[in-house]
């Protein structure tokens, strides 16, 4: 995947407003993995931050838009084209390390791999 679909939402993946899609349920191609707790909507930098709750301990891991395959505006579910451990061995992050390019250079050569 080229690096700039890796960091923009694709035609199916569309909706108004980040905060239109903050709470939504995320599903990785074998299951549930968590809710998304921060979207953002940058030009060729846009991700969701995605709350796992208990299933990976309550860490929270940032996925780049382009792995969103579709949204379902009618049931608040996101999907993603990645599997539950692609997205558990994805590069961990604390505090606001995510928001930082250093992180996000990790962030796109880990998914930009897959």
Do not use: C, H
């Not at 792995?67 to 505006?73: A, N, S």
């Amino acid at each position: 995947m080229e690096e700039r679909s890796l960091w923009g939402y694709s035609e199916g993946a569309r909706f108004g407003t980040v905060e239109d899609i903050e709470g939504f349920d995320v599903e990785a191609t074998d299951g549930d993995i968590g809710k998304i707790d921060e979207a953002t909507d940058e030009i060729g930098a846009s991700y969701i931050v995605v709350d796992t709750g208990p299933w990976i301990l309550g860490r929270k891991v940032v996925l780049p838009a382009g792995v969103i395959e579709q949204l379902d505006l009618d049931n608040r579910k996101v999907r993603v084209r990645l599997t539950k451990d692609q997205i558990k061995n994805s590069p961990e992050y604390e505090g606001d390390e995510y928001r930082q390019e250093p992180y996000r250079t990790r962030l796109g050569a880990y998914y930009g791999d897959i």
